[in-house]
């Protein structure tokens, strides 16, 4: 049987936690995207090629580079039946809260998968993009890659078994994402996070999940706008986004369902009613000129497709 020689996948970036859930919800959008393209080579290992777009600069090692990782990680389940070279072009911004490191993981993954005789089920696929992820936080966060390699609005489950369930976006509702010009380190700044949290914040955080996965399901609007707040992760980190309290500020009093950090940030996402997310949008980009930091904004679709091979 002939197989591919090459192929090459456009990974999306993604939005995590939601406010309301920290290492368990995530949201794709293709606003932004990592371009991943895998060719077969004769030696059986994994190599860097060359390296475009928005960051150049990234590791050759296998154990430090997210799609490095992730692609040896599929090729040993698969035997080793060749190597490949990853030639990428990076579309998402790094150490922005946006799943930069999980599309380049994934997308390598899904790439190198197309040129197998025998390819993966997609589902299989998420745990050769968590290793990957590895390479950049140790756990590999499931929601951002998750939501990278799915597509869509989705939870995933907490334990070893990569469960994930995929919500339904509400309908007439869109979110917006803005990357301010700073730069966060995930891996850092999930160890600043607090190891442990008072009960009842702890039931706050469960309830307010629970009614989040309620209220999709059922479309309802206002239960959304009373549940979306970090009550968890949000207060531990805002003091580290300079702009952070004025862009909520504005994005709420615009209509916005809610407004909070997306993944570790700097990056900030809102959603809104469809007839209010322009005003919203407006809003946000006005709180940063405020603040005097500069900012690129994402339309970002609650209903984007998956991490898909676009040519081989």
């Known amino acids: 049987m002939n197989t591919p020689q090459q192929a090459t996948a456009l990974a999306p970036a993604s939005i995590a936690n939601l406010a309301v859930g920290f290492d368990l919800l995530g949201q794709s959008f293709h606003g932004c995207s990592d371009r991943v393209t895998v060719s077969k080579i004769a030696d059986n290992t994994v190599q860097l090629g060359t390296v475009s777009g928005l960051n150049c600069q990234l590791p050759t090692e296998i154990k430090s580079n997210t799609a490095l990782r992730g692609a040896d990680a599929l090729l040993q389940a698969a035997g080793y039946p060749f190597g490949v070279r990853i030639d990428m072009q990076k579309g998402i911004p790094v150490s922005a809260g946006l799943g930069g490191s999980a599309a380049s993981s994934v997308g390598a993954v899904v790439a190198v998968n197309a040129l197998l005789p025998t390819p993966f089920l997609q589902q299989d696929l998420l745990a050769f993009a968590l290793e990957g992820e590895r390479a950049s936080s140790d756990p590999p966060p499931k929601d951002n890659t998750a939501a990278c390699l799915l597509g869509g609005l989705v939870l995933a489950l907490p334990g070893s078994n990569n469960r994930i369930i995929r919500l339904p976006a509400p309908q007439k509702v869109r979110s917006i994402v803005f990357h301010p010009n700073l730069k966060i380190n ?119 497709g998956p991490t898909q091979v676009v040519s081989t």
Not at 213 to 231: E, F, G, K, W
Not at 246 to 259: R, S
């Open 186 to 304: 995930t891996g850092a700044s999930r160890k600043t996070l607090a190891s442990s949290n008072a009960l009842t914040t702890t039931i706050d955080f469960a309830g307010r999940i629970a009614a989040f996965t309620h209220a999709c399901h059922a479309n309802d609007i206002a239960l959304l706008r009373h549940v979306m707040q970090d009550v968890l992760i949000e207060p531990q980190r805002a003091s580290s986004i300079p702009p952070f309290q004025a862009v909520q500020q504005a994005a709420l009093q615009a209509g916005a369902i809610c407004c909070s950090i997306s993944g570790s940030g700097p990056s900030i996402f809102a959603w809104a009613e469809a007839k209010d997310w322009q005003r919203v949008s407006d809003a946000m980009q006005a709180a940063f000129v405020s603040t005097g930091i500069s900012a690129n904004p994402y339309d970002a679709s609650l209903d984007s």
